[in-house]
């Protein structure tokens, strides 16, 4: 039959697809690799230097993406409660958040250009507004002070972030594909090795499904050894 052919191939074309399609996933920086990162931020010049470290810490132990830093603003953090509290909307018209803004409007009939530049910015999904806690680690929370204390709001554009990752793995001698997302990616993996569950680990990450997070636990074997060891080693 006709119907079940196409069906057939459209299923072969996806497996084709998922078999050959890049992911983020793949270009994760393995612990070692992540401090030669860290390290040869400290020897870009200054403020680069210090801008490049906040970009990989944010973005490799913490999960944000590319455009939440861009944008991130000192009044996102809760110091109390040791957060970092990432709104539904923060007002900008950047020249990113005019051209995804005419974007948007390409796409879609009814919004006009003005609206579309006044939701701007928000992040990617409704589950992208998240809480991150940024004591996970001394040098994550030293690193946002020494920001709080300089900076109000992140002050470089959105390229300019793919530009200093890339400048500090050029600067490491990285090889690999090494570009924001694969940082974001990293972060995820390295939460998953720790054994931070599916569903917390969704809420940092800002994912809107658990399977992302289920992916990550899977491939990284922690929370599959761990619960074999506690049947066999009783
Ligand atoms: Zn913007």
Not at 95 to 105: D, I, N, P, S, T
Not at 106 to 127: F, G, I, M, Y
Not at 161 to 188: F, M, S
Request: proline share 4%; aromatic share 8%.
């Amino acid at each position: 039959m006709v119907h079940q052919g196409t069906s057939k191939n459209e299923w072969a074309d996806r497996h084709r697809q998922a078999l050959t399609t890049r992911h983020s996933h793949e270009d994760v920086l393995n612990d070692r690799e992540f401090e030669l990162l860290l390290e040869a931020c400290g020897d870009l010049p200054a403020p680069r230097g210090f801008e490049t470290r906040f970009i990989c810490l944010l973005g490799g132990r913490l999960g944000l993406r590319a455009g939440e830093i861009a944008h991130f603003h000192t009044s996102w953090l809760d110091w109390n409660r040791k957060l970092i509290r990432i709104p539904q909307h923060e007002p900008c018209d950047c020249g990113y958040c005019q051209r995804q803004a005419r974007q948007e409007v390409a796409h879609n009939d009814q919004l006009t250009e003005a609206d579309a530049l006044a939701s701007r910015w928000h992040p990617k999904t409704v589950a992208s507004a998240r809480s991150i806690p940024f004591d996970l680690s001394l040098r994550i929370e030293l690193c946002i002070e020494r920001f709080a204390n300089r900076y109000s709001g992140f002050p470089r554009s959105r390229s300019t972030v793919n530009r200093r990752v890339k400048e500090a793995a050029d600067q490491a001698d990285l090889t690999g594909r090494i570009y924001p997302h694969c940082l974001r990616a990293t972060a995820a993996s390295h939460h998953a090795y720790k054994g931070v569950a599916p569903v917390p680990l969704q809420a940092l990450m800002g994912w809107s499904d658990l399977v992302t997070a289920q992916k990550y636990i899977r491939i990284s074997g922690t929370a599959t050894a761990d619960a074999l060891r506690q049947v066999h080693h009783r």
